[in-house]
Each structure stands twice: as structure tokens, then as C-alpha cells.
């Protein structure tokens, strides 16, 4: 395990009354994942808000490479480094691959007040940053993001955080609403990142995808940490009662049991229970 | 098993970079923004050729559809873009009549120099674009409804202060010869000199849109302002600069009208509301933003008033002009319906 490049100590955060982040301390380091991992409302996105800029913690310290830090707001971060995949969102249905790769450091070309957005370049660029991560379908820097499928779109979204020097990769559910297939694309992209020495925050709900890429897993729970560990030191079982809350799995099933045996076999029908 | 998925793809994208280099296709015309627009124009000739007469192609015939588009045009673009970043601005309607009368009654009324009565026509332009951008990103309350309070407000200030300061709710302006030649002359005894201030503002527009790197943040705004905000683009900033575009175009269009009738109404301009929405999405641009193009609104314009003014040139009764300009407005947007479709579908055949 190497310096860590991002050092977390006693973060809070608050929205007015309500109380989000609660004294959180974590270590990231390069070269690593770093799982994290709770249930809905846990305080997973607010987290990482914190860390990418956009929101400013109410109290505590950020360290990166050693030196104290305070984020100016998101493009402050990803200047220094610090890239994020939002959870829904990223990048834009209706521009051209070329074009949302580039938003916001557009390449040009010309001189002087007459520059002009570089399209083939921004093209050829984008689609070879793509391409590099294995996504080989894709040809055409003139296509619509929102033709693409899911998957490809978050690789899309991560090759881009990745060509432009991130150090720090933050990605909040890339593995959401995806198929299997798709999602495991997702993951191969993220252990290639991580193989070129980024380190990687990974939000998930899914266990298998946590425990295929991470190395380093923080549970949170109610905006606190309940559990950190690092890879091999717990079973699935245990990470999966960890992110249900507290609650053990096992019990949860044996309610479910019960419930299917006292209704003749029929699931219960709970709005979200689902994931 | 990341090293394999590292490496193959190499080979891949070059094969692939050389083969796409080749910019032009028919089809590709199609996927275009402005292709439902360019075909709606097509058609609304074709028509008013065949129900009409060909003399709404001759100069005297032309000025009249072109007279139109041009004051309706300088306003749609900036109507365009702000629909495109996701934003809506309907004070354009109080705006054409309040820089019309700031200059009459500044430069007619008081007799003041022109420059000065101009100067202030479009500096009211930028407060109240400023008021409206300022409010609609400070407070998140959607903009149709921000600014139809400007809308009313700058109505019934012009109003109000008219008839407070002259007394009528008309001022008559005797604009000097340099001022009249840049903003108020009819070329060629039909053709109005803002014709030419449109044409010449299309090419700044299609510049700054499509060729320079801001018109790529008004895109990516509309397409999806957190992940804009996200990746370093000042929204709130670009969305102000939009709304004092389009309040200062709209006051520099009342401040020629003035100029070229040599006199100013408080109440012309509540057709420009619609005119230009119907202009901007005519020409392809998304109501709910990220998709458009300035050749798409300029044709939408054209396309417009050629509907507008044709009527003049067949034997129907003009009250049949609203039929025809919604059943347009309709077709159109099928139309750039199917076409953003077959855009997001598209993808390179396999050679
Ligand atoms: N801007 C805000 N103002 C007030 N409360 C907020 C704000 N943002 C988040 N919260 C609250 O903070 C809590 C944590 O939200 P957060 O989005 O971080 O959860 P999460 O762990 O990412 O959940 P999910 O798995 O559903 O994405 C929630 O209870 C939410 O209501
Ligand atoms: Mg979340």
C-alpha cells in the first residue's frame, strides 16, 4: 500500500439541520479501489460531493499529496486531479462524442479572436481515448451520446475523466442500471484504471461488483463509518449485512420466509426492497 | 485480463480514425439540426409558387417576406440559444416597444443626440437581461415565468413613464443622416437596411455556435446543467449573458423600427413573443433544450415569414395565414422529431 493521495479527517456535513456526514476520516490511495458501500440515504454521493467540490464540508480537513486542501468548487478539483462520474449524469444525450468529451476544454485551432472548436481532433482524440479501454464499437466522434448504450456511455464518461489526468477517479454507480454484460465491461474500465496507478473510488449496491474490483472497502451507514476494511478481511455474507444497514441478512430472509409461508408462496410486495 | 483489453484495441483505432476522416454525406444532411427546417422552407416555396404567383420571388415581392424575417430574426437567435441552454425569454415582447420609445423620447421628445437616445435604448436593454438572468439563476424560479413578470413590468413602465414624460403613447423621432443610414434606411427603396444587420449577426451567431468553444457550453447547459456545472462550465454566467442577448437584441430591433418609421408605439411587439418561438423551433431547435443550430432558426425565420407574407401573393383570404402557420409549426416539429431520432440512432455502417 503506497502514501495515500487523498486523506480524509473527521469530515462532517450538514445541510442546514439535517446532519449528512458524520466525522468521517478515510485514507485513498493510488493504484487502489476503494469501495464505498450503504443504503439508500446512507450519505455515499454526499460523500463524494465533498470530495469532487461541490459541496463544501461544514467541518474537518482534506489532505492531498500531504498538503491541506479546500475545493474552490468542482473545477478546482478536477484541475488538481480529481475527476467524477455524477451519479446520473456526465455526459450529454444529444452532442456528438467528440464534442461532450471536450466540454469545457474544448480543443481549437486558428489564432488570435478567430480560434475555432477543432472537430476532427476532438473526434479522433476522443475516440481513441475510448477505444483504448477496450470499447472498440464505437468509430464515430460525430455520433449522438444518447445512441450509445448505457455501459458505453459510462466508459464514455470514464475514459474522458482519464484522458484528462485524473488522479483521483470518483465514480458514483457506474454499475447501476446496467445488464450484466454491460456492467462488466464498467469493471474491466475500472481495474484498468486502477492497473495505470488512479485511485479509484467506487460507489456500488451490488456486492459482487464491490468485491470483483475493490481492494479497500468503507461502509457507511446513516452518514458514519461503520465498517473499513481491506480485501479478504470479510465474507460476502458480512459485506452484505454491512450494507443492508446493520441488519443481517439472515434475518431479513427469514422474515421473507415467513411471510411467503403465511401468503400461500407469494413474495411480499415491498416498493424497493429490491437491490 | 486488463492487460489484454489494453492492448487489443490499438490496432483497432487506427484502422478506424483513418476511415471516418471523410466529412460529407447526403445522409449525414439529414441528421442535421436544421434538416426538418430546410425542407419546411422547400415546401412553403413550393406552395406559395403554386398557389400564388412568382412574384413573391422579385425584389419588391422578396423585401417583403425578407423585411420581416430580418426583425424577426435578430430576436429568434438569441430566443434560439436560450432554448437551447434550457431557458425561455418572453419580455422580448415588452423589450421591442421600450427600446423603440426610450429612443423617440430621448432623441425625439427631448431632442437629445441620437447616440445618446440609442446608447440608452440598448443599455435598458442589458438591465433588464440582467434582471432576468439574474433572477432566474438566483432563485431557480423557471424563466417563462420570470420573465412574463418582466414582461408585464416593462410594459407598464413604458406605459407608465410615456405618458407621464410626453403625454401620448406615440413619439414621433427625427433620426440624423448617419443614424438613419446605419439603422433606418430602405435600400433600394424597398429592402430595410436591418436585412443587412441580420445577415451579417447569422454569421457572427454560426461563428460563436458552432465553430467557437462557448457555443459547446450552451449545448452541453441545455443537454444537462449539473454535469455542465460539473465539468467547469459557469452556467449561471453564461445564462445571464443569454438574457441580456436577448433583451438587447430585442431593443436594439424597437430601437431601429423607431428610427426607420421615424416614430415609436408603446404597444408593438407582443407578436414578436410567438413569432419567435414558432422561428426557433420551425428550425429545429429542442423546446427542451441541447439540440439546435443557427442555420436551422435562420431558416425557421425565413420559413415563417414566408408564411406570413405570402398570403399577400395568392388569392386566399388572409385569415387563413394562422391556419397554415400552425399546421406548419406542426409538421415541423414531426419532422425534427423523426430526423433527432434518426440522429441518435445513426451509426456508421460496418464497411
Ligand atoms: N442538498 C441536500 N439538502 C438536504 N439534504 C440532502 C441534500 N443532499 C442529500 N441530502 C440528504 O442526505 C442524505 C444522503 O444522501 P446521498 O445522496 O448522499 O445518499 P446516497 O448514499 O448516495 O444514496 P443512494 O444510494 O440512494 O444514491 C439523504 O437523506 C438525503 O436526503
Ligand atoms: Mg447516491
Redesign the interface.
Known sequence: MSAPILKLRNICKSFGPIDVLNDISLDICPGEVLCLLGDNGAGKSTLIKTL?G?YRPTSGTMEMDGKAVEFNG??DA??RGIA?V?QF???????SIG??F?????P?RGWGPF???DR?KA??IA??AI??????RI??????V??LSGGERQSLAIARAVHFGAKVLILDEPTAALGVKQATHVL?IV??AK?RGLAVVFITHQVMHAMAVGDHFAVLIRGAIAADFRKGEKTREEITDLMAGGETMAELEAQIDGYMTAHDGHAPQIAGAAV | MSSKTASQPLAMGQTSTSSNVSGFSVGGLFRRPEAGAFLGLFGVFAFFLVFGSIDFLKPAGAASWLNVAANLGIVAFPIGLLMIAGELDISIGSMIPAGSMTVAIISGYYELPIWLGIAASLALGVFVGLVNGILVVRTNVPSLIVTLGTLFAVAGLVLGLSVLLTGTTSVALKAPALAKYLFGQFVANTFQVIIFWWLALTALYVYVVHYSPWGNWIFAMGGDKISARNAGIPTARLTIALFVLSSTSAAFVGMCQAILFNSAQVSAGMSFIFNSIISVVVGGVLLTGGFGSIIGIFFGTITFAVVNQGIYFTSFDRNWSSLIIGVMLLLAVLMNNTFRSMALSYSPKKK
Request: hydrophobic letters at 25%; aromatic letters at 8%; a neutral charge.
Open positions: 469532487s461541490v468542482p473545477r478536477s484541475s467524477t455524477h449524469g456526465g455526459t450529454f444525450p444529444l452532442m464534442r461532450s471536450f466540454v469545457g476544454v474544448e481549437t480560434k475555432v472548436f476532427k473526434n479522433e475516440i481513441h477505444q483504448d479501454f477496450g470499447i472498440t468509430d464515430d466522434g460525430d455520433r449522438l444518447g445512441g474491466r481495474n484498468e492497473r
